[in-house]
């Protein structure tokens, strides 16, 4: 903007220093203390905004009455206050800011042109505006104070003291509860991320977002504090937030009630998943068990990462700002941030920052910095969850994004040194600016990488024997320990069938009966009777045979020769075990295979390094291994390779319920590698945890290479188990520079949205 535009723009204020300019009637002020400085928060009550201002700009703004003119103000200022006092440019500052949020009388100064430009200004930012609008959709739903206040007169106590100390006895009870079940929560923690329970996790959420909001409005109506609005902000069109409107807290003289408000929403959140933790553990699996599960989840990670982040301008932001005691942390945040750039990277060395900054400007310095990183971490996430809408066709949200954020960047950064002129100096500001891309160019262009797709990978015996139970029973002695070196045919578990065993005796004297029988009838000459209980005799022998050879598996034998492994094994006696459970595995001496999945978007990377070696890092172990490939598959597949791998036996890869019938392939695939349907598998049927999960998929489709372990002395050191899993890397291939692999990637991400956007059009 050019010097002259800029005067015509402020004609309006330049006008004030002659005219008497009348603050608006129903704008209320309300003092506070802040680290000892005094402060006042202005109320616009007929907009609900409200607006913290200093000491001196707030005398200034009470004594516009309509009855003295800015010169006469000024020199009142002047000579009452002294150095303290408000210059002219601060006041025209001031001014110009009233005039934009319409804080003045309208009928006794000219406002027009000011905000004729106030109106272009935000017309520019109007873009911009929309798609935070659809992002963020805001949707009104009333006023809910009258409710709020029948339920603060039932639930209001929430907020004693009283009930505060009962709070932190359940709560810490809770948490000791899932730190003695933390690994069962884990291992759950796949299940939560599944496709089937993202409805369900999304609902759980919702309804814990309105029990938030809900602690918000009550404990606000205890403190006498209004609340005019509440309603829904949809995130991105998929997740619904509730939203109440408690900004009338800042009407609160003192900090802590205003804490009190700002973390009622998370306190009674986590009084929620507390309770939520007491019925997850007394529950088996179902319902029940799901919902609070994902109620558990829901409010802990949402909760940590958002409401209580003081990064973001939620309630942990609002909690932190009053703790310091610094009102407006963000704004001073970003201004510090601002003022660092202007004197350091500009070389505007008479950029000088406010006092009210300087005195914590360390602190304040920090924020800023923290939460400008965080903002970026979030924009792309958003960017990210706004690409996947509409089956890939959001990628055109985003592209309008960065367009609108680049041409934003490039008008403001154009404005600043229009009005910069005379204190910017050209080339100082242009080698310090070259300086800083220099620094943050260099680590693209010099740092080499090789770059190698994260393979989850997971220990595999082709020729384990898994040894489940035949004959339901109790376990009456085990023979063997785990990881013992055993024999073929070696009494691993004796078990004992009461039931059976009597049913197998009363059918060998059945036997016997009917042996006796059929020689009377043949020696009385009863032809047809004979031929008759020799039938029956025949069917007895039969039964007698399947039920024998079903006590037998009372006693499990090792079917070959290697190490038992059984994690369980030590607390079978005295235990009832149904036909199909797993009671041990034998584990064959010779090396195990490695199951390598590899992403779809990696396939091309990897069959082009198919003959580089091979570094796996198991969990639990330290260092890695090395192996090499011995082969891979022709194609991807959704079939799981290995039940350890799924999310819901507590493994890296996402599943979802299989959809349609397996081709022939897959069916062999799954057949070879899962342990309830190998042929080597000691018993009838499979778990019913493994029968479930070889109905699902995984959500994405993988290839699956073969590979093994390089050194002998490696496999005796470690004593791999079936089962445990880790991440491969390929080594060696060639090497890129950090940029080419990021614009790479960058490239390999927009091109598959477009084809997805592309294939979703033309269907």
Known sequence: MSGSD??????????????????????????????????????????????????????????????????????KSARVSGQAALGESQAQSILRWAIDHELLEADNVNQDDRRGQHSADQEKKRPKQ??????????PLGNPDPFLRVAERWLGWIASPWFFLIWLGIVTVALYQLAVHWRGFLDSAGGAILPGNWIF?????????????????????????????????????????????????????????????????????????????????????????????????????????????????FDGYYILSDLLQIPNLAMKGQRMMGWFGKKYLLGMKDEVLPQTIAERKWIIGTYGFLASIWKIVIWIGIMSMASSLFKGAGIVIVIAALVGSVISTVKRMTTFLGGSRGRLKPRTAAVRISIFLLILILPFVLIPV???????????????????????GFVTEVLCENGEQVKEGDLLIRMENHIKSAELEQLGLDIGRSEIQARKWLEGGHVASYQSELENLKALKKRYESTKELVDTLEIRAPRPGIVHGDRID?????????????????????????????????????????DGVALRLRGHQGHVDAKIERVEARATTSLPHLALGAVSGGPLALRQRATMQSERERGLARERFPGADSSTVGISADPEEEALAGQELVRPRLVAHAEIESEEILDELALNEGEWGYAKLTGGQRYRLGEWVVDKAYTWAKRQFERARNVSGS
């Open 6 to 75: 800029q005067t015509m723009a402020d004609h309006a204020v330049a006008e004030f220093s002659s005219r008497k300019p009348q603050l608006r009637s129903d704008v209320r002020f309300t003092f506070q203390e802040h680290g000892g400085r005094p402060s006042y928060v202005l109320e616009d009550i007929a907009k609900r905004k409200y607006f913290q201002v200093g000491l001196p700009e707030y005398h200034f703004l009470r004594s516009l009455d309509g009855s003295k003119t800015i010169r006469e103000l000024l020199g």
């Open 130 to 139: 929309v798609l935070q609008e659809v992002l963020f959709l805001k949707i």
């Open 201 to 313: 996790l999304l609902v759980t959420f919702s309804i814990l977002k309105l029990i938030h909001e809900l602690g918000h409005g009550i404990v606000a109506k205890r403190f006498k504090v209004p609340v005019p609005e509440w309603g829904l902000r949809m995130l991105a069109l998929i997740s619904p937030l509730t939203y109440v409107d408690a900004s009338a807290s800042w009407r609160l003289t003192t900090r802590w009630p205003r804490m009190c408000v700002a973390g009622a929403g998370m306190y009674v959140e986590l009084l929620v998943a507390a309770i939520a933790v007491f019925v997850w553990v007394d529950t088996g699996p179902g319902f029940l068990n799901t919902l609070a599960y994902n109620a558990i989840f829901a409010a802990s990670v949402v909760t940590v990462l958002f409401n209580a982040n003081p990064l973001m301008r």
């Open 450 to 472: 090789s770059p190698s797709p994260k393979m989850a990978t997971v220990v595999h015996y082709p020729e384990k024997a898994v040894m489940r139970v035949e004959c339901p």
């Open 571 to 611: 607390a079978l006696p005295g235990r009832f075990l149904q036909a199909g459970e797993t009671v041990a595995t034998v584990i064959p001496e010779e090396a195990p295979e490695l199951l390598m999945t590899v992403s779809e978007d990696d396939i091309g990377s990897f069959r082009r390094r198919r003959n």
